[in-house]
């Protein structure tokens, strides 16, 4: 494969979300995969597969799917760190960094993943700000969803 065509297909991305509650708390969420479809309307369904990986499936605003089979890579809560790797539609890694902010929690969200989608890659040149801000959305409505799961305790 081409560096131009690795670049075209790769997405990274950062979400940092200043949550009311104690860092141990949005871990505690964070770490528990299988419930994110109770909270974040875009994680459509997590089913796990064993100790340490599991499938998802996501949808945003954009009539499409992605699923991926994600398999944990790093649990320390000491750290606050989640990482995580993942393959299928998207191949590469996600990782969140929850640290004390002000006032309650910063949970930071970054991700480095290339598209292996077909159809999507077919699409890449023309369609990635549309990709980049399918995603935006999600991360939008992912906060304000823990946000909400948060506040109910």
Known sequence: ????????????????????????VVYAVL???????????????????DGVSGT??????????????????VRDP????????????LEGWARWTVRPGVGGT???????????????RRFALVARPLFRANHALMMRAGRRGLAAWLARG
């Open 106 to 120: 910063r949970a930071v969200f970054d991700q480095d993943v290339e598209v292996r989608r077909p159809l999507l």
């Open 56 to 73: 998802a499936r996501f949808r945003s605003l954009l009539p499409y799917d992605l699923k991926v089979v994600a398999t944990e890579r």
């Open 31 to 49: 770490e528990r995969a299988e419930s994110y479809p109770r909270w974040w309307p875009q994680v459509r369904e997590v089913t796990p597969l």
């Open 78 to 89: 000491g750290a606050g760190v989640l990482e995580m790797s993942m393959r299928g539609d």
């Open 1 to 24: 494969m081409s560096d131009w065509s690795h670049r075209l297909h790769r997405y990274r991305f950062r979400s940092v979300w200043l949550l009311d509650a104690p860092p141990a």
